[in-house]
């Protein structure tokens, strides 16, 4: 039997966790750190996969003392997950350290210095890592107080002191640059590390690979056998605890502007020459940017926003988004978006690309499906309709792929079927594929770029949303309402049906 994942994570032939790093959690308290950065440190030691010297610096306010603090995510943890493995809970707290500290306070930043020094003195730390686990409106002021209180002056074996920021990067363009401007002038873009959590996922690292190291997909990556391509996120849930930023925020800003656009620069891009991060990127820019200059003339045709209203559901009311928690009883903030667009190259020109997202639908799934071209034998076409060649990238939450093509129907008179050959990922125990945030945390200690963003990619992404913006506001385009857990608005499945075609997502 080949390896495991969870035995490759454990050795990865090329990549590099140097001993002793130090991680600087700003936000250490948070929400993002008990539930996602803290228990992906736990599954990482519980692989083995971090070396014997570490310290995670977990910076809040909220607690005076470390064993206040560790109680809190032993708390959290135990939420989360069946068993807590004492051993590697015990491992995990000798290398935590909490460091009461206020963003606003001067002398706070002053004692970390010290503190990071003091440490620095006694161990050869190799690498530190700054995570921005915080607000975005405290990313900048973090920046340059690290940059003012000598932080990135305190010895480092390798030199290499790395910035991690979470989403979202700014809330367009401008704001974005502003945002880069100040963080690139204290690190260098190779050092800045632009998390879309949504990278990390195993089914969107697989892109790649089925694409490329598959020839009877890679020879047919493109216009002449391709018909459409589509990208769903589809959501269930509300907008839950995170009103006051989602209605800033709607659907394009939380889920086109990185995750969904991500996703379509690694199905869209031509074919880097090599692995490393900077050619992938630098492939995956060419599509942002083409984007970018998109002729957005025909959008209203192109693009269908929506809102969710009140339903009921097996006897039980759906709250309208209005009606949730911190969002303005008059919001016209979209919680559905879909959109038909083009790139104008070689590759692509004229194969439509239908993306689509929204809350409250009634079916939680992310998937990619590219549909082949109808270029069957005549000696078929007179038979009865054939189902296109489709092949189904499934991201969430199944993982896997399936690819539909056409068999002859047995003990009938050459009747032909379609049927589904299926790759569960997540059914096989073997696979087991590690968390987004554990794949992501591994990365950064590593240095490895490859699942973050460029500020190119970022920088046209943004260009793009901005004038998508601009366009909607300025032509008014309609705000199509509809039910809470539902399959969203009928103005998206006429958007294919004015082409002929139909959503292949299950949200039926
Ligand atoms: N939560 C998620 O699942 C999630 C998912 C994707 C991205 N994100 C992003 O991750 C970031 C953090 O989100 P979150 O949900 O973890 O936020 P959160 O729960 O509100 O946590 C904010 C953190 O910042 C600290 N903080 C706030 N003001 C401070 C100040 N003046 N001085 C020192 N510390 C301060 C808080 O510590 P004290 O309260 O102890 O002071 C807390 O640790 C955001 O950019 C968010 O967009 C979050």
Same mark, same amino acid.
């Given at each position: 039997?080949?390896?495991?994942?969870?035995?490759?994570?454990?050795?990865?032939?090329?990549?590099?966790?140097?001993?002793?790093?130090?991680?600087?959690?700003?936000?250490?308290?948070?929400?993002?750190?008990?539930?996602?950065?803290?228990?992906?440190?736990?599954?990482?030691?519980?692989?083995?996969?971090?070396?014997?010297?570490?310290?995670?610096?977990?910076?809040?306010?909220?607690?005076?003392?470390?064993?206040?603090?560790?109680?809190?995510?032993?708390?959290?943890?135990?939420?989360?997950?069946?068993?807590?493995?004492?051993?590697?809970?015990?491992?995990?707290?000798?290398?935590?350290?909490?460091?009461?500290?206020?963003?606003?306070?001067?002398?706070?930043?002053?004692?970390?210095?010290?503190?990071?020094?003091?440490?620095?003195?006694?161990?050869?730390?190799?690498?530190?890592?700054?995570?921005?686990?915080?607000?975005?409106?405290?990313?900048?002021?973090?920046?340059?107080?690290?940059?003012?209180?000598?932080?990135?002056?305190?010895?480092?074996?390798?030199?290499?002191?790395?910035?991690?920021?979470?989403?979202?990067?700014?809330?367009?363009?401008?704001?974005?640059?502003?945002?880069?401007?100040?963080?690139?002038?204290?690190?260098?873009?190779?050092?800045?590390?632009?998390?879309?959590?949504?990278?990390?996922?195993?089914?969107?690292?697989?892109?790649?690979?089925?694409?490329?190291?598959?020839?009877?997909?890679?020879?047919?990556?493109?216009?002449?056998?391709?018909?459409?391509?589509?990208?769903?996120?589809?959501?269930?849930?509300?907008?839950?605890?995170?009103?006051?930023?989602?209605?800033?925020?709607?659907?394009?800003?939380?889920?086109?502007?990185?995750?969904?656009?991500?996703?379509?620069?690694?199905?869209?891009?031509?074919?880097?020459?090599?692995?490393?991060?900077?050619?992938?990127?630098?492939?995956?820019?060419?599509?942002?940017?083409?984007?970018?200059?998109?002729?957005?003339?025909?959008?209203?045709?192109?693009?269908?926003?929506?809102?969710?209203?009140?339903?009921?559901?097996?006897?039980?009311?759906?709250?309208?988004?209005?009606?949730?928690?911190?969002?303005?009883?008059?919001?016209?903030?979209?919680?559905?978006?879909?959109?038909?667009?083009?790139?104008?190259?070689?590759?692509?020109?004229?194969?439509?690309?239908?993306?689509?997202?929204?809350?409250?639908?009634?079916?939680?799934?992310?998937?990619?499906?590219?549909?082949?071209?109808?270029?069957?034998?005549?000696?078929?076409?007179?038979?009865?309709?054939?189902?296109?060649?489709?092949? !189904?990238? =499934?991201?969430?939450?199944?993982?896997?792929?399936? #690819?539909?093509?056409?068999? &002859? /129907?047995?003990?009938? +008179? $050459? %009747?032909?079927?379609?049927?589904?050959?299926?790759?569960?990922?997540?059914?096989?125990?073997?696979?087991?594929?590690?968390?987004?945030?554990?794949?992501?945390?591994?990365?950064?200690?590593?240095?490895?770029?490859?699942?973050?963003?460029?500020?190119?990619?970022?920088?046209?992404?943004?260009?793009?949303?901005?004038?998508?913006?601009?366009?909607?506001?300025?032509?008014?385009?309609?705000?199509?309402?509809?039910?809470? !857990?539902? =399959?969203?608005?009928?103005?998206?499945?006429?958007? #294919?049906?004015?082409?002929? &075609? /139909?959503?292949?997502? +299950? $949200? %039926?």
């Amino acid at each position: 039997m080949d390896k495991t994942i969870d035995e490759l994570y454990k050795n990865p032939d090329d990549k590099n966790i140097q001993n002793n790093f130090q991680f600087i959690l700003f936000g250490g308290t948070g929400d993002l750190a008990h539930n996602k950065i803290i228990p992906a440190f736990y599954n990482l030691a519980a692989k083995d996969s971090l070396p014997d010297k570490f310290t995670i610096v977990a910076t809040g306010r909220r607690y005076d003392n470390k064993n206040a603090y560790l109680d809190a995510l032993y708390n959290s943890l135990i939420n989360k997950k069946e068993k807590i493995d004492d051993k590697v809970w015990r491992f995990l707290t000798e290398h935590i350290d909490y460091f009461q500290l206020s963003f606003k306070d001067e002398n706070d930043f002053k004692n970390l210095r010290k503190y990071l020094k003091n440490k620095s003195k006694k161990e050869k730390v190799a690498n530190r890592i700054f995570y921005l686990a915080t607000a975005p409106k405290f990313f900048a002021e973090i920046a340059k107080k690290i940059e003012k209180f000598n932080l990135l002056e305190i010895k480092l074996e390798n030199n290499e002191s790395r910035l991690v920021i979470e989403k979202p990067f700014g809330h367009d363009f401008k704001s974005a640059k502003k945002l880069n401007d100040t963080l690139s002038s204290i690190f260098s873009e190779k050092n800045i590390f632009r998390i879309d959590h949504y990278l990390g996922k195993e089914m969107i690292q697989n892109i790649m690979v089925i694409r490329l190291s598959n020839p009877i997909f890679r020879a047919l990556w493109n216009k002449d056998h391709i018909d459409n391509i589509q990208i769903y996120l589809n959501e269930s849930e509300g907008v839950k605890d995170r009103g006051k930023y989602y209605d800033d925020a709607g659907v394009i800003k939380d889920m086109f502007q990185n995750h969904i656009l991500q996703v379509l620069s690694l199905i869209a891009m031509e074919e880097p020459e090599n692995l490393s991060a900077e050619e992938i990127s630098n492939k995956k820019v060419e599509v942002f940017k083409e984007l970018a200059d998109n002729d957005l003339s025909n959008i209203d045709n192109h693009i269908v926003r929506g809102q969710y209203i009140s339903n009921i559901v097996d006897g039980e009311k759906i709250k309208s988004y209005r009606e949730e928690k911190e969002i303005d009883s008059q919001s016209e903030t979209a919680t559905f978006m879909a959109l038909k667009l083009f790139l104008n190259n070689e590759r692509w020109r004229d194969v439509p690309i239908y993306l689509k997202s929204g809350k409250r639908l009634n079916k939680k799934e992310a998937g990619i499906a590219i549909e082949f071209k109808d270029s069957f034998h005549p000696a078929y076409l007179d038979q009865n309709k054939l189902d296109n060649n489709l092949l !189904l990238i =499934k991201i969430q939450p199944e993982e896997g792929i399936s #690819l539909r093509f056409n068999t &002859r /129907k047995p003990a009938s +008179n $050459n %009747k032909i079927v379609p049927v589904e050959m299926e790759f569960c990922q997540s059914c096989q125990q073997f696979f087991n594929s590690p968390e987004n945030y554990e794949v992501l945390i591994y990365d950064m200690i590593s240095g490895d770029k490859t699942l973050f963003t460029s500020w190119k990619e970022v920088s046209y992404s943004w260009k793009f949303i901005d004038k998508i913006q601009e366009k909607y506001a300025e032509e008014n385009i309609n705000l199509h309402k509809y039910p809470a !857990l539902s =399959k969203g608005p009928k103005a998206a499945d006429q958007l #294919l049906e004015n082409d002929g &075609r /139909k959503w292949l997502d +299950n $949200n %039926k």
